[in-house]
């Protein structure tokens, strides 16, 4: 089972994981099954009509706005998030703390949650053919899937915890307020 936890808006990307599906559903097991939750902002018709064409229905459920994903992540295999533009995703830190495999395009904070081949898959935004390769791989392979998850466990608690961000920042405001050069956390990336 996929899950994909983002508000129905078009910047998410759901039209591209359709397409990425119906290119990979001849190589995906018979009984898999695509759940989508977030609110309606507007495509949910268009995402239907999509399906329809794409033979891709009987696939797909909408399970609308839910104010906790935890049962779903849980539930799920895979996790995906298809933006074509994000910030830095809560969706996918939950669904690295459930374990899941992320399936994420190389947008926002995306590619510094999931190292790619380490905890997860990082594919081109906007490339349905990339996400389907990346489908694909993760589908036919359980041992993949629960390496990545395991990784992406380890990852989120060992960077992205609440005690671990309290830390930095502490950090930070003890360095500017002894005006020390603030620390630079390993892998962070920043653009003038």
Not at 25 to 32: A, F, G, V
Not at 43 to 54: C, K
Not at 89 to 100: K, P, T, W
Request: hydrophobic share 45%.
């Amino acid at each position: 089972m996929l899950v994909c936890v983002a508000n129905l808006i078009a910047y998410k990307g759901h039209s591209d994981l359709l397409d990425a599906l119906a290119i990979a559903q001849p190589s995906l097991p018979e009984d898999w099954t695509l759940i989508l939750v977030g609110r309606d902002d507007g495509i949910g018709s268009q995402l239907r009509a999509q399906a329809r064409a794409l033979r891709l229905t009987p696939h797909l459920r909408l399970a609308g706005a839910v104010s906790e994903p935890a049962d779903y992540l849980v539930a799920a295999d895979i996790g995906v998030l298809a933006s074509h533009q994000e910030g830095f995703s809560n969706a996918v830190l939950e669904g690295m703390s459930a374990g899941l495999p992320m399936l994420v395009t190389d947008v926002g904070g995306n590619s510094e949650a999931i190292l790619d081949g380490q905890c997860g898959r990082v594919v081109p935004p906007g490339s349905p053919a990339a996400l389907a390769a990346a489908l694909v791989e993760l589908a036919k392979s359980p041992e993949l899937r629960r390496s990545y998850g395991e990784r992406a466990r380890e990852r989120v608690t060992e960077r992205f915890s609440v005690e671990q961000c309290v830390g930095l920042y502490r950090d930070l405001y003890m360095n500017l307020v002894s005006g020390a050069e603030p620390p630079i956390p390993p892998g962070a990336r920043f653009t003038p």
